[in-house]
């Protein structure tokens, strides 16, 4: 996949991240055995899906980090994770990150961290909980550059699970695959309650199966009111 990673976002993995890669599929398979961790398993499709989709919404911050030896670490939170997507992709490909993977479900969050020391992972910690906690917990909350999200809910409930956790001038990235300018409007009064703004919004088609992608980046422009995020369950059943 070497031409491809390289073509599609200007970047290829080291050796050594080709075998974490290769180990990240090996272990997901075996966890599925037991536990419901994705549908995805054929080679190409989790290649696609879990590890290209995963890294292509942070494309820019993986060639910052491979071209300076002297880059920021960057903290990243990845709410919702699942099996650990895109927040495990991530640790591996960005140079000098951190990563936070958070779910509400135990049993996924155990599996994570089974597998991390096998991932020779040790810039990754994982912990069980609701975003809607997490981020009114001062240990979390304003705490990190980037919170990424994926496949977890509609926009504005992203974004509300989302925003708490990131600091001042920080990014978050709301992963989705169809996205329309309507959506867009409807968010609007969303990100900008919980102190953000709508920076970009990227359209891109998926590499072998030629899906449609979008990620939003919004961008923390001010503090997130006390307020947010509600009470658990409250952003699911009333989004803003
Ligand atoms: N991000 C992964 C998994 C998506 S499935 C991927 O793209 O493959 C959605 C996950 O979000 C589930 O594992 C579920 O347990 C978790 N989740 C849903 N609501 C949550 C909340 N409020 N706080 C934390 N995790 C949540």
Not at 25 to 30: H, K
Not at 121 to 129: E, S
Not at 146 to 151: D, N
Request: hydrophobic share 40%; net charge neutral.
């Amino acid at each position: 996949m070497a031409d491809i990673w390289q073509q599609t976002l200007n970047w290829q993995p080291t050796s050594q991240q080709q075998i974490q890669f290769q180990r990240l599929y090996e272990l997901i398979l075996q966890g599925n055995q037991k536990l419901n961790l994705t549908r995805i398993t054929e080679p190409q499709e989790f290649w696609e899906k879990h590890l290209w989709d995963s890294l292509r919404g942070v494309a820019p911050l993986l060639n910052n980090s491979n071209q300076s030896t002297h880059s920021k670490e960057i903290s990243f939170i990845d709410i919702g994770t699942g099996a650990g997507f895109p927040g495990i992709p991530v640790a591996i490909a960005v140079n000098q990150s951190t990563v936070k993977l958070l779910d509400s479900t135990h049993k996924k969050i155990h599996f994570i961290e089974q597998i991390l020391p096998e991932l020779g992972l040790n810039n990754v910690t994982a912990i069980t909980g609701r975003a809607e906690e997490v981020g009114q917990n001062s240990q979390y909350r304003e705490q990190y550059d980037v919170a990424l999200i994926r496949a977890v809910g509609n926009p504005s409930v992203c974004a509300e699970y989302a925003l708490p956790l990131v600091k001042k001038g920080g990014l978050a990235i709301i992963y989705r695959g169809n996205w329309t300018a309507e959506e867009t409007t409807n968010m609007e009064s969303a990100v900008k309650q919980l102190g953000g703004v709508i920076e970009n919004i990227e359209q891109f088609i998926t590499p072998l199966s030629q899906s449609i992608r979008h990620c939003l980046y919004l961008k923390k422009v001010a503090n997130t009111p006390v307020k947010f995020p509600r009470a658990v369950g409250v952003p699911s059943h009333k989004p803003l």
